[in-house]
């Protein structure tokens, strides 16, 4: 069983109750990082849309997605975010291979060019605030569609800021999520 979080979970019962004042799926009730921003349904409302346009009902390829999102988590050395989304980028298509070679950055030879760009993207978010021109460049010619870049240039700003709420109050995985996979090593390993 997990450790009791610094931040109160709701219990259950609570958290579906919260999901119905913020207006979201009473599913979400079941993550962590719900059952913690639904002490403030506003805000639990405001990461579900995140979760929801960035995730659920994305435009950007959904590899590329988690590329993008894996490789925020492993910047921030986020357990919850790399964890969780471990088991959405292999559905996504993505390889144990590929995953750790996400770790590495952009030098990667075992991931596509388009893969490489993707981690660009998140590392200067990460190093500059800004993506260079030249990088949103490629980016934009890769991706084809503005609405998918768009997606992409915000996800590391928004899975950011969920990482700061998930780090800042140690938000428990959920019990049935391994830690660090596929192989357990964390950034600090």
């Given at each position: 069983?997990?450790?009791?979080?610094?931040?109160?979970?709701?219990?259950?019962?609570?958290?579906m109750a919260a999901t119905h004042v913020a207006g979201i799926g009473?599913?979400?009730?079941r993550v962590n990082l719900f059952?913690?921003?639904?002490?403030h349904p506003p805000i639990g409302r405001i990461v579900g849309d995140v979760v929801d346009a960035l995730v659920m009902n994305s435009v950007l390829d959904a590899r590329l997605r988690e590329i993008a999102i894996l490789r925020t988590g492993?910047?921030?050395?986020?357990?919850?975010?790399?964890?969780?989304?471990?088991g959405i980028?292999?559905?996504?298509g993505l390889t144990d291979d590929e995953i750790v070679a996400i770790r590495n950055g952009a030098s990667s030879t075992v991931l596509t060019a388009a893969d490489r760009c993707v981690i660009r993207v998140v590392d200067e978010i990460f190093d500059h605030v800004v993506v260079?021109?030249?990088?949103?460049?490629?980016?934009?010619?890769?991706?084809g569609d503005d609405r998918a870049l768009l997606e992409l240039v915000m996800i590391p700003g928004c899975y950011r800021t969920i990482g700061t709420v998930l780090l800042t109050f140690d938000i428990p995985l959920e019990d049935h999520v391994a830690p660090w996979p596929p192989d357990g090593r964390s950034p600090t390993s």
């Open positions: 069983m997990a450790e009791p979080a610094i931040f109160p979970l709701l219990d259950l019962e609570a958290a009473e599913v979400l009730a059952r913690a921003t639904l002490h492993w910047r921030l050395g986020s357990v919850y975010e790399w964890s969780n989304h471990y980028g292999r559905r996504a260079s021109p030249s990088t949103l460049a490629e980016a934009r010619e890769l991706l």
